[in-house]
């Protein structure tokens, strides 16, 4: 049975299209490299067929992979999502209590977080201690080292 994870449109969208290149693309042209390395005579003493086989294997493998996260896969309608709560897409306005600084992130699925650009995986350390947290709360999350202590200043969508 595969997690369930929960994407926005936009976020499912660029997965089903990444898959589709993969197949579509990608698994042709390894099954070209191994025909040409094949054609190269010996197999038993061909390293180039090696490594495309095990390329193979790999890309198929990850293949599989994306094909059971998007079978696990939900989109979220954020306009159904209660804001007094932070939730999976909420964007959290977050007071570090240590050295007061303020950041703002968005918690996404862990496919599409990407730090640069304030999106964090509901999954990491930070994600999980922000969930369920409420305006004027504060999140007392463990981090390697130690623990840290953020305020919840403001959730939106």
Not at 19 to 36: G, T, V
Not at 53 to 81: F, H, N, P, W, Y
Request: net charge negative; no cysteine; charged share 30%.
């Amino acid at each position: 049975m595969s997690k369930v994870s929960y994407y926005t449109a936009e976020g499912l969208k660029k997965l089903r299209e990444e898959l589709s290149q993969l197949k579509d693309i990608e698994r042709p042209k390894a099954s070209q490299a191994i025909a040409e390395a094949r054609d190269k005579g010996d197999l038993s003493e061909n390293a180039e067929y090696d490594a495309a086989k095990e390329a193979q294997g790999m890309l198929e493998m990850k293949i599989s992979k994306m094909e059971e996260t998007l079978a696990g896969a939900r989109v979220i309608d954020e306009s159904q999502l209660d804001t007094s709560k932070v939730l999976a897409l909420s964007i959290v306005k977050i007071k570090n209590q240590m050295n007061g600084m303020e950041m703002t992130y968005t918690l996404v699925a862990e496919s599409e977080a990407d730090l640069a650009s304030g999106k964090i995986s509901v999954n990491s350390p930070i994600g999980k201690g922000l969930l369920g947290k409420s305006v004027g709360d504060t999140a007392e999350i463990q981090v390697p080292n130690g623990t840290m202590k953020f305020d919840i200043l403001e959730i939106s969508r």
